[in-house]
């Protein structure tokens, strides 16, 4: 059995990363989406927020389950007995990052695979941070992630909008 793993911030997921992860379950015996909670970028939803939507995707997907993880990936990864590590690539500039990531890995655990996953064509525009641009701009995202996604997203910003400025962002 083939245990694969899609690590990832998914804030927000989006339909770019569903549809890596319908396809790597065709792949793989197993695909646990694996949901980051502290990376070196600002995020929109806590990790629990994020857990949970990306649960709601695939609650009833029988090959994929959703977990939160922090730390090393390939550590987690020898954690939870997976053997491969799925990674989607858009653009050119994807490849760079995600191959200098894969060799990193390749060092650290040499007997974990990496397989990137080209996305469809539909979905080369699409990343976490245009969703996250073009909702807190009012824009239409029902087209690049799910509906409960869409009205989490508009509810978060809206709360976010509500919060007061902290006093140095003021003068």
Do not use: W
Not at 81 to 92: M, N, P, S, Y
Not at 109 to 131: C, G, K, M, W, Y
């Amino acid at each position: 059995m083939v245990k694969a793993l899609f690590p990832g911030t998914f804030d927000p997921i989006h339909y770019g990363h569903i549809d890596i992860a319908h396809r790597a379950a065709r792949l793989f015996d197993e695909v646990i989406m694996a949901v980051y909670d502290k990376p070196l970028k600002s995020l929109l939803f806590s990790p629990e927020e994020r857990l949970a939507l990306v649960s709601q995707v695939f609650a009833d997907h029988p090959k994929i389950t959703v977990v939160g993880y922090s730390g090393l990936t390939v550590e987690f990864c020898r954690a939870i007995g997976a053997q491969v590590i799925v990674r989607g690539l858009r653009v050119f500039s994807d490849f760079e990052f995600e191959f200098r990531m894969a060799l990193a890995n390749q060092r650290l655990a040499p007997d974990i695979e990496t397989v990137a996953l080209i996305t469809a064509e539909e979905h080369t525009f699409l990343s976490s941070s245009t969703v996250k641009e073009i909702a807190m701009l009012n824009g239409d995202v029902s087209s690049m992630v799910p509906p409960f996604v869409a009205e989490t997203l508009k509810r978060k910003i809206s709360q976010t909008r509500q919060q007061p400025m902290p006093n140095a962002l003021r003068d």
